[in-house]
């Protein structure tokens, strides 16, 4: 049975405004332990180390070549997929669908028609920190995300004196809900057991709409033992348990359908696995390129050669864009109300 090899980087549970790691992703590669030893030779002929690490190898200059020629012969070569989120991006996204989505709907109102909310986000994200007030958005979106976590009365109300504290009528169809109205209905949202701030969710979703695209049949996942990890294991053996037979277009070029093809996951020590380490070269030099590009701070790689030598369905990105025409294309007709209400109901913690 084919298998893909997964690893992620970035994760920090339900904390997504965490300064020094603000991109989170992962990557899935199907090869053989026997395939990515071959290879791991062949670029590395001389190494030494137990384990193949992208944060130790990109340390020397030396290995950049080595490690471009690397990826380059994975995306060549195997099937790969990479996902890298703008943590705060999906922050406001998440916002938007506890405190601002419910009021909307509660008033008969499609709020992610044609992908309205994406656009609504990226505004936020490139122009709300001035249009709010110096600082005022980044509290709000902490204590959001403590009231997601948190569940507790005064954690909602600190968040609804945290919207007031904007200068919220710039923007009222983001913030007027909370702000103006102190919505029950967001509140209620937030305050649902199991719903969180948790980004693993999504990219596992991503993930495994372009792993079941590529499995030529029935797949099985291998991912590194880790504590971080944990998490993608269980939402995983979730999805797989899931058997109503249903699909959801989530964009232009993405869907989902259920029952999924995947069959079985497992936790492997990533020490005797050569194809999880693959899987951190290459989530590992995909998040450096971010940083580097998004101005946080300067990679080792050349981060336009990393990102050339992804075709277009190998790389997925949730990234703000303020070319609200064509995210309006991307996501018009597709069923973002009805996959949110689906996956709440039948993945959310008990």
């Given at each position: 049975?084919e298998?893909f090899?997964?690893?992620e980087?970035?994760?920090t549970g339900f904390?997504l ?7 989170q992703?992962?990557?899935a590669?199907?090869?053989s332990?026997e395939?990515?030893?071959r290879?791991i030779?062949?670029?590395?002929p001389k190494l030494?180390?137990?384990e193949?690490k992208?944060?130790a190898l990109?340390?020397r200059?030396a290995?950049h070549?080595r490690l471009?020629?690397?990826?380059q012969?994975l995306?060549?070569?195997?099937k790969?997929?990479?996902?890298v ?5 999906l922050?406001?996204?998440m ?9 909307y ?8 028609a ?5 656009s609504l986000a990226?505004l ?13 958005l980044h509290?709000l ?7 997601m ?9 600190d968040?609804i004196?945290a919207?007031?504290?904007?200068r919220?009528?710039?923007?009222p169809?983001a913030?007027?809900p909370l ?8 509140l209620q ?14 990219v596992l979703q ?8 590529m499995a ?6 291998e ?6 990890l944990?998490?993608?294991h269980?939402l ?17 070029i993405a869907s989902?359908?259920?029952p999924?093809k995947l069959?079985s996951?497992?936790q492997?020590?990533s ?5 999880v380490?693959l899987?951190?070269?290459?989530i ?8 580097t590009l998004m101005?946080q701070?300067k ?5 336009q ?5 992804y ?13 609200f025409?064509a995210q309006k294309?991307f996501r ?11 996956f709440?109901?039948n993945f959310?913690k008990?």
């Amino acid at each position: 049975m084919e298998c893909f090899r997964i690893d992620e980087s970035g994760y920090t549970g339900f904390d997504l405004l965490n300064p020094d790691q603000p991109f989170q992703g992962a990557s899935a590669i199907a090869i053989s332990d026997e395939d990515a030893k071959r290879l791991i030779h062949k670029h590395f002929p001389k190494l030494q180390a137990d384990e193949l690490k992208y944060r130790a190898l990109a340390q020397r200059p030396a290995n950049h070549p080595r490690l471009l020629a690397l990826q380059q012969d994975l995306l060549t070569n195997y099937k790969c997929v990479t996902y890298v989120c703008d943590k705060r991006y999906l922050l406001l996204l998440m916002f938007l669908d506890y405190a601002v989505e419910p009021f909307y709907h509660a008033h008969g109102i499609n709020f992610y028609a044609d992908g309205q909310n994406y656009s609504l986000a990226s505004l936020l994200h490139v122009a709300g920190p001035k249009l709010l007030g110096k600082g005022a958005l980044h509290r709000l979106l902490g204590c959001f995300q403590r009231a997601m976590k948190e569940k507790s009365q005064v954690a909602l109300e600190d968040l609804i004196v945290a919207a007031r504290a904007t200068r919220w009528r710039e923007l009222p169809e983001a913030l007027g809900p909370l702000a103006q109205f102190a919505a029950p209905e967001c509140l209620q949202a937030i305050a649902t057991p199991g719903v969180s701030t948790d980004a693993a969710f999504i990219v596992l979703q991503s993930l495994i709409s372009r792993m079941e695209v590529m499995a030529g049949g029935p797949y099985r996942v291998e991912h590194d033992q880790s504590k971080k990890l944990l998490t993608y294991h269980n939402l995983l053996q979730r999805f797989i348990g899931h058997q109503e037979e249903i699909t959801f277009k989530q964009s232009e070029i993405a869907s989902i359908t259920f029952p999924l093809k995947l069959q079985s996951v497992a936790q492997v020590d990533s020490k005797t696995s050569p194809a999880v380490q693959l899987a951190d070269v290459m989530i590992g030099a995909a998040i450096e390129a971010a940083n580097t590009l998004m101005g946080q701070r300067k990679g080792r790689l050349d981060a336009q050669q990393v990102l050339a030598q992804y075709a277009d369905d190998q790389l997925i990105h949730m990234l703000p864009s303020v070319n609200f025409q064509a995210q309006k294309r991307f996501r018009q007709g597709t069923q973002a109300e009805e996959v949110i209400n689906y996956f709440a109901a039948n993945f959310q913690k008990p």
